[in-house]
């Protein structure tokens, strides 16, 4: 949802609209597990992953992608598999997809 409302302050010339929705899939899955798990808010996963908290921001609101060792990272703190992350975000863009 945070993610969805930052779209409009991005610069979406610079990125592929594929790669822009997988990009805000990801956050939103993120940002949607967070409150699954009692509304983690962002400082407190910031500290259990040992992602910085301005670039967690950054990513959830889109602003640029997380990368691979971040999103291990918060899946280890948020007690998830990676691929639970990844993967829900992209089967809901596939099915998005295949709905237009």
Same mark, same amino acid.
């Given at each position: 949802?945070?993610?969805?409302?930052? !779209?409009?302050?991005?610069?979406?010339?610079?990125?592929?609209? %594929?790669?822009?929705? *997988?990009?805000?899939? *990801?956050?939103? %899955?993120?940002?949607? %597990?967070?409150?699954?798990?009692?509304r983690i808010s962002?400082?407190?996963?910031?500290?259990?992953?040992?992602?910085?908290?301005?670039?967690?921001m950054r990513c959830l609101?889109?602003?640029?992608?997380?990368?691979?060792?971040? !999103?291990? %990272?918060?899946?280890?703190?948020?007690?998830?598999?990676?691929?639970?992350?990844?993967?829900?975000?992209?089967?809901?863009?596939?099915?998005?997809?295949?709905?237009?």
């Amino acid at each position: 949802m945070f993610a969805k409302r930052m !779209l409009s302050h991005m610069d979406a010339t610079k990125l592929s609209d %594929e790669a822009l929705r *997988v990009r805000l899939a *990801v956050a939103n %899955e993120v940002n949607a %597990e967070m409150g699954r798990q009692g509304r983690i808010s962002g400082q407190r996963l910031a500290a259990n992953s040992g992602v910085p908290y301005r670039t967690l921001m950054r990513c959830l609101s889109g602003d640029r992608p997380f990368s691979v060792d971040e !999103l291990a %990272e918060i899946a280890r703190a948020l007690r998830v598999p990676i691929g639970h992350l990844v993967g829900t975000a992209t089967r809901q863009y596939s099915d998005v997809l295949a709905a237009a």
